[in-house]
């Protein structure tokens, strides 16, 4: 079993949660439940309901574990929506090169007949490639989105929360590495990145609620 309980020192701290997982070993190897039990705070409020099983630290520990699964059901969909147009993409861009290899593989001869191809002729060895060249020409997450609540609930954010959520998710950069190429902390990244996906996630489930 991968290592659940918070091994920093603190094991005393969270005695009860750690005696807890150890006997129902089985249901904390579930990954949903150890990312939940990876934020100290979620870690916290296990070892409160467990020490005092109260219907408010109970209701605490499902408030913040629904949380928690709303988030990763979001990110996953916007994985989701980038998996999906990325597909398209390169369906579109490999139809697109052997149409277009079909006809600069044509033969062509000068007067000293030697067989050549437009190829050969119009390469470019400085050229950027066409996928490269199309992702810095598209930077916008929305622009990926097909599914319509999404689409306009990210309409809705700020442009900060945009462009986060754009390096975050288009561009694959963690929270440490946004921070460091805009000049400030990664705890600033992190608050604007979560509310933006809370925003998102408050969206998304309104219009759920109505269906």
């Known amino acids: ?6 091994s920093d020192g603190k094991h005393c701290e969270f005695m009860w949660a750690n005696k807890f997982i150890a006997e129902n070993e089985l249901i904390f190897r579930n990954r949903l439940i150890k990312s939940f039990l990876l934020k100290k705070e979620n870690y ?34 916007l994985s989701n929506e980038l998996r999906r147009h ?33 190829k050969d002729v119009i390469t470019d060895k400085h050229a950027i490639p066409v996928d490269e060249a199309a992702l810095e020409n598209n930077q916008d997450l929305q622009c990926y989105l097909e599914n319509p609540t999404l689409f306009q609930a990210f309409s809705s954010l700020t442009s900060r929360q945009k462009q986060i959520l754009n390096q975050a998710y288009l561009f694959k950069m963690s929270d440490t590495e946004i921070a460091a190429k805009e000049g400030v902390s990664q705890q600033s990244i992190s608050k604007t990145r979560n509310r933006a996906l809370r925003e998102l996630r408050k969206q998304l489930l309104a219009e759920e609620d109505k269906t």
């Open 1 to 6: 079993m991968e290592e659940t309980t918070i």
């Open 44 to 77: 916290f409020l296990l070892n409160q309901s467990i020490r005092h099983p109260t219907p408010e630290t109970n209701n605490a520990l499902d408030k913040a574990f629904q949380d928690h699964f709303a988030e990763i059901r979001l990110i996953s969909q």
């Open 86 to 118: 990325a597909i398209r993409y390169d369906k579109k861009v490999n139809l697109y090169r052997r149409s277009q290899l079909l006809i600069l593989d044509q033969p062509i001869h000068d007067e000293t007949e030697n067989s050549i191809s437009f």
